[in-house]
């Protein structure tokens, strides 16, 4: 247990006490344990207290909060208030912790000192073949243009709070997160523009599990599309053409399914190979035939999912300026 901790973990948590356990667990086998970590309970019915006590029990630095239900973004300010480290680290409840992580941290943070950092995610073995399917789709060149710290991008990686951490001179500057969609692309771009560094340390991944079925996934990237608008509305000049593409894909899919009936069923030939080469290019990365085969449905999910959210927003909001007032969009961007 680190007396004078360098890193605070700040974890919020909504009824999730199972995928508690097994985060906590992996904190226990950390290499390196100069942290500590703090749980806020946002509102729980369910709450993880009893794996948390486990947890000390076994001789992990961790603190409890229950507060009442306000969303992650304020639970995550609470976290923040009570932490004792140099630098605070995120990660989502549903992530599990590599043992060396932190010890990666620190040798990487030792060698190129960073303001503010981000980790890609990846599946661990012991995941379901359906949420090593949903992985594959979230972080594939082809299907995500690699934004999530891929080793090929077609845009500036961005933290996003499953695996990012700042230090305390961040907060004490920037303030904390705003109670928003996307609000973890917002917290890095307000470091951005405040002149801090950020920077990808690849080396430092986490499991993440992601949703468990293609229901729920469906659900989170299609308001995922729909927060895309509403950082466009905040940042005019953050909306970048892989953003698009999902919405591309959208409508493309919609043309050739319709020159299809009218004209020609060649036209869905661009559609199978694209289909095509998800799947080969699943093969060829998990290794497994059932996660290759699900890859294509998560893939058509996750792009049209977006791109679905994004069009709508897009249409609501900023063609029809109705919605979400843009002038509430300009008091958010003051940060009222």
């Not at 076994?58 to 409890?64: H, R, T």
């Not at 010890?103 to 073949?129: Q, V």
Request: charged share 25%; aromatic share 12%; net charge positive.
């Amino acid at each position: 247990m680190a007396d004078n901790p360098r890193y605070s973990i700040i974890i919020p948590v909504y009824n999730r006490p199972d995928e508690v356990n097994d985060l906590l667990e992996s904190l226990l086998s950390q290499t390196c344990r100069n942290f500590e970590v703090i749980i806020v309970e946002d509102g729980s019915t369910i709450t993880c207290r009893e794996v948390v006590d486990s947890a000390v029990r076994q001789g992990l630095d961790c603190k409890y909060f229950f507060k009442s239900n306000e969303g992650r973004s304020i639970a995550r300010n609470y976290g923040m208030e009570h932490a004792s480290g140099d630098y605070f680290v995120f990660f989502d409840s549903d992530c599990v912790i590599p043992p060396a992580y932190f010890e990666t941290i620190d040798n990487e943070l030792a060698k190129r000192p960073l303001d503010c950092y981000g980790g890609p995610d990846a599946a661990h073995s012991s995941f379901s073949d359906t949420q090593k399917a949903i992985n594959y789709s979230m972080t594939s060149f082809m299907t995500t243009g690699g934004i999530r710290g891929g080793k090929h991008s077609l845009e500036k990686f961005v933290p996003r709070t499953f695996n990012m951490g700042y230090s305390r001179r961040v907060y004490d500057s920037v303030g904390g997160f705003r109670e928003m969609f996307s609000e973890d692309i917002d917290m890095s771009t307000r470091i951005c523009r405040a002149g801090f560094s950020i920077g990808l340390i690849r080396e430092a991944p986490v499991w993440h599990k992601r949703r468990v079925d293609f229901r729920k996934f469906l659900r989170q990237v299609y308001v995922f599309g729909m927060s895309r608008v509403t950082l466009k509305l905040l940042y005019p000049d953050s909306l970048k053409l892989v953003h698009l593409l999902p919405a591309a894909f959208v409508l493309g899919c919609a043309l050739l399914v319709a020159l299809s009936i009218v004209v020609s069923p060649w036209f869905l030939l661009p559609l199978g190979l694209y289909f095509l080469a998800v799947f080969v290019g699943a093969l060829v990365s998990v290794r497994s035939l059932k996660i290759a085969m699900l890859a294509v449905p998560s893939a058509a999910i996750q792009l049209g999912g977006y791109g679905c959210g994004f069009i709508k927003a897009y249409v609501t909001k900023i063609l029809l300026r109705r919605g979400r007032d843009v002038e509430e969009e300009i008091l958010i961007r003051k940060g009222k």
